[in-house]
């Protein structure tokens, strides 16, 4: 599966957001473009994306930044992908000839598959590293 450059910096940035989210810190677009080795400009872009889609919030000047508006667990993957990258989730296949159409319910069928997939998927899930050391008490 091809995800484009944009799709999967804004992953990265959400589960930077959701590592530190506390719903008050702000994340400086600089220290986002550092802790994820991506170009400050091409992710300013992708943010702005994800503010006009909701998912994350934004405060300007010198003590400005980034954060998410409600807990990580609530955002979905696909809701990512509908604010940076809409085409993923389209299915360009045609109904015409003999065959058209059962290879296009057999496309549909994927695409629901896909869809269904991205609405299980959480930002939270996206910022937890499965390395880390479990602790019981």
């Given amino acids: 599966m091809k995800i484009s450059q944009k799709l999967e910096y804004a992953c990265r940035a959400m589960a ?7 719903g008050r810190t702000l994340t400086r677009l600089e220290d986002l473009a550092q802790r ?7 992710l300013v872009q992708i943010l702005n994306d994800l ?3 909701g998912l994350i919030d934004s405060r300007r000047g010198k003590a400005g930044g980034y954060l998410l508006p409600r807990p990580a667990d609530q955002i979905t993957l696909r809701q990512v ?10 299915c360009s296949v045609t109904r ?7 290879v296009r319910r ?13 609405d299980e998927i959480t930002v939270a899930s996206l910022a ?6 479990m602790f019981y008490i």
Wanted: glycine fraction near 12%; charge should be negative.
């Fill in 16 to 22: 930077q957001l959701a590592k530190y989210h506390d």
């Fill in 36 to 42: 994820e080795a991506v170009s400050g400009n091409f």
């Fill in 51 to 53: 503010r006009r889609a």
């Fill in 81 to 90: 992908v509908e604010a940076v990258d809409p085409s993923l989730l389209q």
């Fill in 96 to 102: 015409s000839g003999d065959s058209g159409h059962g």
């Fill in 106 to 118: 057999a496309w549909d069928q994927v695409s629901e598959g896909l869809q269904k997939s991205l």
């Fill in 128 to 133: 937890s590293n499965p390395g880390d050391p």
